[in-house]
Structure formats: structure tokens, C-alpha cells
């Protein structure tokens, strides 16, 4: 920081329109970070069966052996390793098969770092869903599911919105080309396949079609949600209340609400065990409950996160009829286009409706942290934000003199 102060004059911009009303300050400091370091970490017993929890770890480990232990990672003011994160991964699950469930709390306070988003956590759910499907077309199965176009196909189509969801699904600019993997007979359901990213698709003969995220058409994601609300279309609710007004509404309306988002997904067919979930953005199964998407810009990929939130208690019908307190710990193992913010995570809730009904009605606070045990943060220099703002032409002097005297 050696000539900070030369260095602020020197930035000092003079900007004159019917007079000089004022000047342009650029000053840099460190940013704030967004998650907080927790001297103890806290925790609440774990409400799920530890056999979870070893398959996740297990997921994360084999994301580690394929990757570069070398990347660095930044957790609030912190910088660790790939190679660190991997290590701790181990630590923590051979803390949690030693102790007792009873001193896990002590144990995890005193041996491992949390870091903690400022601005709290909030917490969705998706799952996978099972859908009927057919490889050939049919006057009731007539939805496309595409795989990836060739690099030249998108170079072709690509720009003006030519790829959007719009010109895809509306106008058929995919159509014929060869890219169907299989037909569904539900636009909606063909939309929140797009939205979960993975999908179960059950053939004429019984069979299953595995089909996973294979790539987007660039474009970004955008709520339809919001847009119905705001046009009194629908209010606050679950998924299914969602699919259930989409589907009783005309088809002209259904598909303007269904093209608001422009961002489209091209999947590819993958071969799983039944008892795999599907394939996360770190190339590993999800497990059900215990993986996560979340920004990876803030939570390393592979991580270990404790989460706190509630989850919807429904009766037989699948109405909701109260919450219950969740808390577990959980790894990183997937991403997602809307899933973008320190304390945003998406928990995969598992296969099929059974997991998609009460998933669907998860969206709400909670508490995150990201635990690293046995390891201690790399030396790094801070990094620093600039930020520009005006000043008014009086006021030259005070901040002439705030940001050159010693």
C-alpha cells in the first residue's frame, strides 16, 4: 500500500459540464468479503443416515482424484488449495466416524474453520424426475428432448436469439436435424426437465433413458415465476401448483409464459446404476440429500457445508401442512445458472415425484457454513476494490486533504 495516497490524487478527475459542478474520486481498499471466518463453528446433530454422507464424501473424493490439486479457492478472506479442500474432506469424515454424535458439535468447533455468508443463506431443492417418454414421434408424444448441436449448427443459429427457448421450441429451428433423443407429451414437463437438469425418462418398453445436462444455449436464465406474479397470473407457491396452472391455461399463454426464459438446456444420455443419481456439474452421482449447488466462486468445489433450514411436512395428498427443522451436513457438487450469490443453494432432494413434491415447496433462510478441518488457510495479500464517486466542487479541499495527509 506504498504510495496510496499519491496514488488516489493522481486519480482525481476533473469533469466540467456548464461549469465545473465537480470531480470524479477513484479510491481502492479491501473488499469486504462475504462470508465471515467463525472462530467455533456450531452445529446441530445430523438428520440423515451417515451412509449418505460417506457416498457424498466418496463423491467428492472422486472429483478430487480427476482434478487439479493445485486450483486455488477463496473463502471469505481465506485461500486454500484444491489439494487442501481434498484433505479436509478426509479429516472431517474420519472426525465424524471417531466421535460419538454427542461431541460432534465440540469436536467440529475445535478442529475445523466455518465460514459463514454475511447476508444469511437461502435454500431451494431439485430433484429428478421420472417422465413417459417415446424415441419416435407420435401425434401425443411431440415435445423434443435435443442433444447438443454441433459446433457448426450453433455457429449458424447463434445470435439474434435464433437459439432461444422461443425459437426452438416455437418455431422448430432444431427440428429435423437429428438431434432428438426422445419425445415427451407435456411442454410443461419438457420446460422443468430443462430447470432440473437431469431426467428419468421411461420408454414404450419400460425401459429407462437416463438423459443429463449437457450443455445451454448461452442465454441466461430467467425466472417465469416472477413473470407471472407480476402479472397477477399466479401467486407464491409450490412447483406443482406451478406445472398445474401452466397446464390449464391456453396454449398461446402457456408458451409466451414458457419463452420468457430464454435459456435453453441440450441434454446427452448417460448410463447409471438405478441407485445413481444423476450427474452433477463436478461429473459425479448426486446423492440425495447431501449434494449441493452452489456458487463456486464462493464454496469450493467438493466442500463440505453444513446447512440449516426447514423442510415442508406434506399429508397424503401432497398438500402442505407444516415445517419441520433440517440441519446436515452436505458437499458441493453441482451448479446452476440461477443458483448465484455467497449464501444461494440448490439441495438435490432425490428421484422422481415422491422427491419433487415437497421439493418444490423449499424456498426460504437458513444458515450455511463451510467447513475445512484439518487444514490450515494459504498467505495470500488482500485483493481490493475501486469504486468511483462524485464529489461536489465545495466539498474539493476536505477530500484533497482526507486522502493526502498521512
Known amino acids: ?53 460417506h457416498r457424498a464424501a466418496a463423491a467428492s473424493r472422486r472429483y478430487f482424484a480427476a482434478g487439479a490439486a493445485d486450483a486455488v479457492h477463496s473463502i471469505g478472506s481465506d485461500t486454500y488449495t484444491s489439494s487442501q479442500i481434498a484433505h479436509s474432506v478426509d479429516a472431517f469424515l474420519r472426525l465424524v466416524d471417531e466421535t460419538p454424535p454427542r461431541l460432534l458439535n465440540e469436536r467440529i468447533a475445535r478442529e475445523c474453520r466455518g465460514y459463514s455468508p454475511r447476508q444469511g443463506a437461502r435454500f431451494t431443492a431439485y430433484y429428478e424426475p421420472m417422465l413417459e417418454a417415446r424415441r419416435q414421434k407420435d401425434a401425443r408424444f411431440r415435445y423434443p428432448v435435443y442433444g447438443k448441436p454441433d459446433d457448426v449448427t450453433l455457429a449458424s443459429l447463434s445470435g439474434r436469439g435464433r437459439l432461444s427457448r422461443a425459437a426452438i421450441d416455437g418455431a422448430g429451428v432444431l427440428a429435423g436435424r437429428g ?68 397446464r390449464a391455461v391456453s396454449p398461446e399463454l402457456r408458451d409466451e409464459i414458457l419463452f420468457q426464459n430464454p435459456r ?81 443453494a440448490d439441495i438435490y432432494w432425490g428421484e422422481g415425484e415422491r422427491a419433487g413434491m415437497p421439493g418444490g415447496f423449499v424456498n426460504g433462510p437458513g444458515d450455511m457454513v463451510v467447513l475445512v478441518c484439518g487444514e490450515g488457510p494459504q498467505t495470500t495479500e488482500p485483493r481490493t476494490r475501486s469504486a468511483m464517486t462524485n464529489v461536489a466542487w465545495p466539498e474539493m479541499a476536505r477530500v484533497l486533504a482526507a486522502v493526502t495527509t498521512p
Request: aromatic content about 8%; overall charge positive; some cysteine.
Open 264 to 344: 435453453y438446456i441440450f441434454f446427452r444420455t448417460v448410463a447409471l446404476e438405478d441407485a445413481d443419481g444423476p450427474i452433477g456439474s463436478l461429473g459425479v452421482p448426486l446423492v440425495a440429500g447431501r449434494s449441493i449447488a452452489a456458487d463456486s466462486r464462493y464454496v469450493p468445489p467438493g466442500a463440505v457445508v453444513y446447512i440449516k433450514t426447514k423442510v415442508p411436512v406434506l399429508d397424503t395428498r401432497g398438500k402442505l401442512v407444516g415445517w419441520n427443522e433440517m440441519a446436515r451436513f452436505t458437499f458441493n457438487h453441482d451448479s446452476g445458472s440461477a443458483i448465484k450469490g455467497a449464501g444461494r
Open 1 to 53: 500500500m506504498r504510495g496510496w495516497r499519491r496514488g488516489v490524487t493522481a486519480l482525481l478527475a476533473l469533469t466540467c459540464a456548464s461549469g465545473c459542478y465537480g470531480l470524479q474520486v477513484a479510491a481502492q481498499g479491501a473488499p469486504h468479503p462475504e462470508y465471515t471466518h467463525l472462530a467455533r463453528p456450531r452445529v446441530a446433530p445430523d438428520d440423515l443416515q451417515v451412509s449418505g454422507l
Open 179 to 246: 438431434l432428438e433423443l426422445a419425445y415427451l407429451d407435456d411442454p410443461v414437463a419438457l420446460f422443468f426437465l430443462h430447470i432440473q437438469g437431469s431426467g428419468r425418462l421411461r420408454l414404450a418398453d419400460g425401459s429407462i433413458l437416463r438423459v443429463n445436462y449437457a450443455a445451454s444455449n448461452g442465454m441466461p436464465y430467467a425466472s417465469i415465476g416472477r413473470y407471472m406474479t407480476d402479472r397477477g397470473i399466479t401467486g407464491a407457491g409450490s412447483g406443482g401448483a406451478m406445472r398445474t396452472l401452466l
